[in-house]
């Protein structure tokens, strides 16, 4: 009989475990895939992809069993050899290659040049064949620079006394209503692709103060542009006992800090991979929704069309002019208009047709929506009664109100979006792994 008591200590080493160690001159074990084979005369440099990066290996002759000629872009293997010091290489070292095991052999040439430093294809190709296009060197730093924005967000919150949850994606009806829903046949009952955690991080709210989930949501909306996708990866936050929305623009605004150092810290060679830059987030400017767009109008002379919401061409040169005036490439715009926000987004007391809500814009592209919450259970009643609302079509949601709960307020976050915009990408579905709109379900 066979124990299983926990990880194994294996002989074959990392790229960090390299560098770390002392491992110049000895003999050591790593696996990874072929990325690219340079001949070279008598010498040739076998270059394997690892998760950490590339290394450089070098054979001259054969390379025990193996010849090196056998070898193919794409084969999983082992390499067995001496490490030494070479600047020249990346990470600062290289392995004078003594064996080779080839663990698995591509079946079929490869559809696109991966081992290239830029993939000279359309989005489309790249898409179409996603699962061989993330192999891509700088396709693979982007997702590691996604990697950073969601592990900040979450260690941040922690950091702060949130607690994360994980809430139902099937769903009896949508948080934000309207017709852009995913519905479903559940068992004979009608259901729905959750639009946003909304209604359950609230209840959460009335659990653990504060909360936050990291996860898919769903819009049935037929838009085939560069900025929409009917699944993405929203990072929302809800907290209880604020004083005010402010609250929440100060949480995102000291956990977009944390982020930014963090991806400065530890995904330096990914930025540097990308060409990324940093954004200044010591301080975001905040304008009123209505001040927001008397300034665009007046500096850019463009009329104002739609009083209730932004286009996507006031956002841009909202974004223009704090970039220009305050050197800012975000903005928080605040108190958008009730007609344009959900039923359960506070009103303004001082003017009822503005909300206590804003957005947060990077670039000139909307990343994020928050606000506080209604909390009192006759206020969010009467407000539901005149949107002509059946309280019946959400009782379990009205439970939370009904028996108390604390001021509150929360966002959600489009990752893809903020990463968009990050990395100056122009088509949302760069920075999604696997994208789905309204053409694409596979791969």
Not at 311 to 324: D, Q, S, V
Not at 345 to 360: G, I, N, V
Request: hydrophobic share 35%; proline share 5%.
């Amino acid at each position: 009989m066979e124990f299983i008591s926990g990880v194994r200590e294996k002989e074959v080493l990392g790229i960090q475990e390299v560098i770390s160690g002392n491992h110049e001159g000895r003999t050591v074990r790593m696996n990874g895939t072929v990325h690219t084979i340079r001949h070279m005369g008598e010498v040739a440099f076998v270059i394997l992809r690892k998760a950490e990066g590339l290394v450089q290996c070098v054979c001259e002759g054969a390379a025990g069993d193996v010849d090196i000629k056998d070898l193919k872009e794409e084969c999983a293997v082992e390499v067995k050899g001496a490490v030494r010091k070479e600047e020249r290489a990346p990470h600062g070292f290289e392995i004078r290659l003594e064996d080779i095991r080839i663990l698995s052999r591509p079946a079929d040439t490869m559809p696109i040049p991966v081992n290239k430093w830029k993939l000279n294809t359309s989005l489309e190709t790249k898409l179409a064949l996603r699962p061989i296009s993330l192999r891509n060197i700088r396709e693979r730093a982007k997702f590691k620079i996604q990697e950073g924005i969601v592990r900040g967000f979450r260690d941040y919150l922690f950091s702060q006394g949130f607690t994360e949850i994980h809430t139902p994606k099937i769903v009896a009806r949508g948080a934000e209503g309207g017709s852009n829903v995913f519905k479903l046949d559940y068992f004979n009952k009608k259901a729905e692709l959750g639009q946003s955690p909304q209604f359950y991080k609230q209840t959460m709210v009335g659990v653990y103060d504060r909360v936050f989930e990291t996860a898919p949501v769903f819009r049935a909306e037929k838009h085939n542009t560069t900025r929409h996708l009917n699944e993405y990866t929203s990072l929302d936050l809800e907290m209880g006992y604020i004083d005010g929305f402010e609250d929440v623009m100060d949480m995102e605004t000291g956990m977009l800090q944390y982020v930014m150092e963090l991806l400065r810290k530890e995904y330096g060679k990914e930025l540097d991979i990308l060409k990324a830059g940093l954004p200044d987030v010591s301080r975001i400017p905040a304008v009123r929704f209505d001040e927001a767009k008397k300034l665009v109008s007046g500096k850019y002379n463009r009329k104002i069309r739609n009083p209730y919401d932004l286009e996507p061409e006031e956002e841009l040169l909202i974004g223009r002019y704090f970039k220009e005036e305050y050197g800012s490439d975000f903005v928080f715009v605040t108190h958008y208009p009730s007609k344009k926000r959900p039923f359960y987004a506070m009103d303004d007391p001082e003017d009822s047709r503005f909300t206590l809500s804003f957005d947060l814009l990077f670039k000139g592209l909307e990343v994020t929506t928050g606000g506080q919450r209604i909390h009192d259970y006759h206020a969010i009643l009467e407000k539901m009664g005149k949107r002509d609302m059946d309280p019946k079509d959400i009782e379990s949601y009205l439970m939370i109100f009904k028996y108390g709960m604390p001021p509150h307020g929360g966002l959600g976050i489009g990752l893809e979006r903020l990463t968009m915009r990050l990395l100056d990408e122009q088509n949302v579905r760069e920075t999604c792994m696997f994208p789905r709109d309204v053409t694409r379900l596979e791969p």
